[in-house]
């Protein structure tokens, strides 16, 4: 698969199947992500990777505390802006809308988004989980850094025929994974990220969210 063939076929996969993925992939692809850019070569991060045993455990300790934290811990950065403007907001209600449509679940039916977004913290059924972390003393460019990073991830996963799924949702979960896994006290959680082999039959999965058009974000001169 070369790279825009990787780029185009990237979505964020909300129902996997349980085939495993062998730990020698997931190395593999570490490994090549690892070449991400980094401003000075800082590479801030820190990856976490669960998959069997102690990804089961984990997910039956967050399934413990749901019922009691509906809405987590709390995060320690803002994951959207307090005050989302356009055309941002509607951006982000359509891809709302258009996700839950994919399952019939109305805009009315509380009770069944809730539910729907609780498989957030199943991974949606991925073998493989892992968790991305940064020294709390940097800044905004290392942040890019770290997504950076991720992009490589992901699109090396496709190569590989696999799937993801970007999970800043678990940036309410830090406290309690903080507990879990040797996370230095000096870094923060930024996200998760589901890796495994998509559902090809899950009409969640048919979801392609929409791209503004070129115009709107690419000013070009000089051509």
């Known amino acids: 698969m070369n790279v825009s063939a990787a780029i185009d076929t990237r979505m964020s996969c909300r129902a996997f199947l349980d085939?495993?993925?062998?730990?020698?992939?997931?190395?593999?692809?570490?490994?090549a992500a690892k070449r991400a850019p980094s401003g000075g070569n800082l590479q801030p991060w820190l990856v976490h990777v669960l998959a069997g045993e102690p990804l089961a455990q984990f997910k039956a300790l967050i399934r413990s505390k749901l019922p009691a934290q509906p809405?987590?811990?709390g995060s320690?950065?803002?994951i959207y802006p307090p005050d989302l403007h356009e055309p941002y907001r509607s951006r982000r209600f359509k891809c709302g809308e258009d996700l839950y449509a994919t399952i019939?679940?109305?805009r009315d039916n509380k009770a069944g988004r809730l539910?729907?977004?609780a498989r957030n913290y199943e991974f949606f059924g991925a073998p493989v989980a892992l968790f991305f972390t940064l020294d709390r003393r940097m800044g905004q460019d290392q942040w890019a850094d770290v997504g950076m990073f991720m992009q490589n991830l992901m699109l090396l996963a496709r190569e590989r025929g696999l799937h993801t799924c970007p999970q800043e949702a678990w940036a309410v979960w830090y406290k309690?994974?903080?507990e879990f896994l040797p996370i230095p006290s000096e870094h923060m959680l930024f996200c998760g990220m589901a890796?495994?082999?998509?559902?090809e039959a899950a009409p969640i999965n048919t979801l392609r969210t929409d791209r503004a058009p070129l115009e709107e974000f690419a000013i070009l001169r000089g051509f």
């Open 104 to 106: 019939g679940i109305a």
């Open 19 to 31: 085939t495993p993925v062998p730990k020698q992939t997931v190395v593999e692809i570490l490994e």
């Open 76 to 78: 320690e950065y803002p």
């Open 115 to 117: 539910q729907q977004f």
């Open 176 to 178: 309690t994974l903080g």
């Open 71 to 73: 809405a987590g811990e």
């Open 195 to 199: 890796l495994g082999h998509r559902d």
